[in-house]
């Protein structure tokens, strides 16, 4: 049954790795590996969960980070709770980062790669204010109804074409168009 488990973890898209009640690696899959751009051979079985962080530090992989969570990872903090972030790697990639402890005194750390929903995210808010801009800032008067007729949004330049001077003034007045 285990064989199995770790079989499927060493599936999944995320990284897994699971620390030991004593702070050791105990076990980790080839994604947490390539998640983290890791060398061969610097994650190992049986090392120091603190070895990790330190070269992680050493090789500026925390230039965003807040001290208080450097803190944190430094003395084993993180481990000890529940603990979610994002982290930015210098290649630009973006992790959603979990630790989750266990009742046995360790903890699993998850790592998502999240960059692709990010930039999706970052292009929608981009679009929502170029839409929002183009509407408000149009010399056109534009609205929008719902099915019924029933008028939901004006710009203001439907608005002061209508000689109202804001959409909430004319919107309450029922008076347009």
Known sequence: ARRLLEETIEHVTQGVLKISADR???????????????????????????????YQIRNGECPNQSEELIHLLRNGGVLDQFHAYEHKRPNGRVLDIRTIPMADGGAVRTFTDVTDARQRGDRIQRAEAEFRSLFENSIVGIYRSSIDGRQLRANPALARLNGFASEAEMLQSGEYL
């Open 24 to 54: 050791r690696i105990e076990f980790f899959n080839a994604r947490v590996v390539e998640l983290l751009g890791l060398p061969e051979g610097i994650l190992r079985l049986g090392m120091p969960f603190q070895e990790l962080v330190e």
